[in-house]
């Protein structure tokens, strides 16, 4: 548990040389702090006012330490909602470290937990979880999109798209709650199917949500894809094209790949990480081999899409193969991909009709050469498309926590919805409370001290 009557300190601006550092401290001895750091031995303490930048030398006891700006932000009108000092001082190694620990020897104040002042803002109600979450997507975002969305998650757009879901979900629940204790006033709106339908668009801006959390969870963790095909089937020499750059090791012999190689890479601005696998074949030629090739469907099982590929060069037999391990790993393969390699090659006649027939007609297909770079950008273009990469308008970002939960609330509505159509108003009720609850823990008006452990514990110290 959190004791907000102590302050905490910390230094706030990343490790290493650097022009300017500045150390942070919130809490109620904030200010006592500031004057005790800028006032030397025997001196009496000038005062410090409120969003006023002075320029002071900070002292550790009788010795000069650094100089720099001192600001006082007067609580609540601060980042945390409490009174915080920030000493700017210089970067580096050792200054910055210095200041801290003379801060940290004055009675009242200790080291501050990582994400602990963007807990105390949360808890202070400066911020809804949702934008205090954002605050470290912000800082870690790996891309300009990312930035963009973790930006609109802070300035509560996710947030207020929950609320007003709440905040339908709670008229429908009062109309619900009336009619269990007036019915014969309410019978119209549920005899005349409205409740029906009005149940039925929540469910519908509930997946709205869905879609889009789930878009923003991509951009800030990176979509998945993982390459698979036969050994020697140009899947190396693919990850190799789309980095850019000779990071994965090509021969012609079939089972060069023994290891699992990932790599970041942006599409479109996106970030999106490729794994390379051992080719997968029925007889690894070794030890190694056959664990690499366990390693690869380890991690085709996590992956977001699937690359198959398949060598438009080699008889049909080796298509069939691959796409066997596949099916062999998931009953109803949905981010698959086919990607028919080395095109500037004699294609094989028979591999060609196959990749015709069902269940390949389905799959989305794509004609490369790594050699001519025939289909590359076509490949790039696809990948965004098929996993929902192009952010649309409004995309903000989230965590997987926040698509779990979007999950349960729509599927207490679907459950919602079944009741009623049984005429259960009372199992409704209950299950529109769910549906409420898991809104709410999103946003932290439903929330238990662990959850909170668990999300501001990941942040860094300083924030
Ligand atoms: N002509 C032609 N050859 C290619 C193309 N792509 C890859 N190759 C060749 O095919 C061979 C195998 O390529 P890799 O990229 O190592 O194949 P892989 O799927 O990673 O193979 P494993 O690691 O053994 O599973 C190499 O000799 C490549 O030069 C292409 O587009 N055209
Ligand atoms: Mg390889």
Excluded at 201 to 208: D, H, I, V
Aim: proline share 5%; with cysteine.
């Amino acid at each position: 548990m959190i004791d907000f009557n102590d302050s905490i300190a910390a230094i706030a601006t990343p490790p290493g040389r650097g022009g300017i550092a500045i150390v942070r401290i919130s809490g109620p001895d904030a200010l006592k702090v500031a004057s005790l750091i800028t006032t030397p031995p025997g001196a009496s303490a000038r005062p410090i006012k409120a969003r006023t930048a002075y320029f002071r030398k900070f002292y550790d006891g009788p010795e000069e330490i650094d100089e720099g700006v001192v600001l006082y932000f007067a609580a609540p009108h601060s980042y945390t909602g409490e009174d915080v000092v920030e000493l700017q001082g210089h970067g580096g190694n050792v200054v910055p470290q210095r200041v801290l620990s003379a801060v940290l020897k004055i009675a009242g104040v200790r080291q501050a937990e990582p994400g602990e002042f963007t807990r105390r803002a949360f808890l202070n109600g400066k911020m809804d979880l949702t934008a205090a979450e954002a605050v470290e997507d912000l800082i870690s975002a790996g891309s300009e999109s990312a930035a963009k969305a973790a930006l609109a998650s802070l300035s509560g757009a996710f947030a207020s798209r929950l609320e007003t879901l709440s905040a339908k979900l709670t008229q429908f629940r009062v109309r619900l709650e009336a009619c269990l204790d007036f019915p014969e006033e309410h019978e119209d709106f549920f005899d005349s199917g409205r409740a029906a339908t009005e149940l039925e668009s929540l469910e519908a801006l509930t997946r709205q949500a869905l879609t889009i959390a789930g878009q923003g969870v991509r951009l800030n963790e990176g979509a998945r894809i993982v390459l698979a095909g036969q050994p020697n089937a140009g899947k190396s020499s693919l990850l190799n094209a789309l980095a850019g750059s000779e990071r994965a090791i090509v021969t012609n012999i079939p089972g060069t790949t023994r290891d699992v190689l990932t790599i970041n890479i942006e599409i479109g601005g996106i970030p999106v990480t490729i794994t390379d696998t051992a080719g997968i074949r029925d007889r690894p030629s070794d030890e190694i081999e056959a664990i690499g090739i366990e390693r690869a469907l380890n991690e085709l099982k996590q992956a977001d899409l699937v690359l198959l590929m398949i060598d438009s060069s080699k008889p049909a037999a080796e298509a069939r193969e691959a796409l066997a391990h596949i099916q062999k790993l998931f009953d109803h393969p949905k981010n698959l991909m086919v990607v028919k390699s080395k095109i500037d090659l004699a294609p094989n006649a028979e591999t060609a009709e196959l990749l015709t027939q069902e269940p390949w007609s389905h799959l989305p297909q794509i004609a490369t050469s790594t050699k001519t770079e025939h289909g590359l950008d076509l490949l790039r273009q696809q990948l965004n498309e098929v996993l929902g990469l192009i952010p649309s308008e409004g995309v903000f970002s989230a965590r997987r926590r926040h698509v779990f939960e979007l999950n349960e609330c729509a599927a207490a509505l679907t459950r919602a919805q079944e009741m009623l159509e049984l005429g259960d108003l009372v199992l409704t009720a209950r299950e529109l409370t769910l549906a409420q609850d898991h809104l709410g823990t999103i946003t932290g008006k439903v929330t238990s001290d662990d959850i909170l452990g668990i999300i501001f514990s990941t942040f860094c110290i300083g924030k």
